[in-house]
């Protein structure tokens, strides 16, 4: 008979209510359950007027990848990072592009088991910089994730959370506290988009992304998805490449990446490569200093380059380095410019390799 592991862990961020009713407090939506309901991401459970976590310990599935795909550039390039997600999301965006996990209500999606230790020490073995919380948003599993990244720390390993940021600010400090580096989503840069496709609200994610970059050390990189007449209009991206440079920094490097038509918004086409372009120009009009495409092939626009002198610094196919023009302590090998982000002494080369881990084969 399969070995049904299905773990309910003690949830934080709630508060009780009458009549065994529960109260979250993770996220914004604060979700009021009943005996036995479930939130809107699914995996957090009034049981008995306690909220509990139903997916700790259990993974829609592990792999080693490059640290670019999360995507992050500024952070480690080169090096192979250890993946994984669980289940259900907080948000309910039509255009998921992982709406197979994050949309699941199959608790049999889940069909990896794993400690944080055995994640921690899986990782190192492989070779892996650090071990993302990705595929669906951490932020709803915040104690599994806070628990993998403190026995990643024993093994001297970093923590990247690739979120769309909706959380509170009670559970923010403890969320981001346990993260080295993080990859918000920023939807969109109008309150409309993000009522009518994400099902949320645009200000907590602003809020989110001005906490990290002015409270915390995280590493911080933005990812936006542009999606043909719905969020890439010039206004509202010279907005939004404005509101960055102001209230986050021009370092903060911003990716734009390609949308295909999924789940509930199969009516849009795919972006036009020249959209990301655009995009990308606005931004650096604007004084951003590193801005990326993704999701399509362009060597020149996914690369780094020097915000002094322009030289070029790290070439990118796809997620394969090429020229390296960086010293060993993060600097412009041609003008001497520090380049932000967190830099190894040498250059990885994982290059666009893709491994998937069975932690647990017999499940």
Known sequence: MRNERIYHHPGRYWQAEADQHVLCQLCPRHCRMGPGQRGFCYIRQNVAGQMMLTSYGRSSGFCVDPIEKKPLNHFYPGHAVFSFGTAGCNLGCKFCQNWDISKARDMDRLADFASPERIA?????????????????????LEYAVDTAAACREHRLSTIAVSAGYITDQARPEFYKAMDAANIDLKAFSERFYR???????QPVLDTLEYIAKETEVWLEITTLLIPGENDSDSELHAMAEWIAEHLGPHVPLHFSAFHPDYKLMDRPATPHATLLRARQIALSKGLHFVYVGNVHDRSASSTYCPNCQSLLIERDWYQLGLYHLDETGHCQSCSTPIPGHWASKKADWGRKRLPVFLNPTL
């Open 196 to 202: 009518k496709l994400t099902s949320s609200h645009l």
């Open 121 to 141: 020490e899986s990782a190192a073995q492989l070779g892996c910089k650090a071990v993302a919380f990705t595929y669906n948003d951490p932020v709803i599993f």
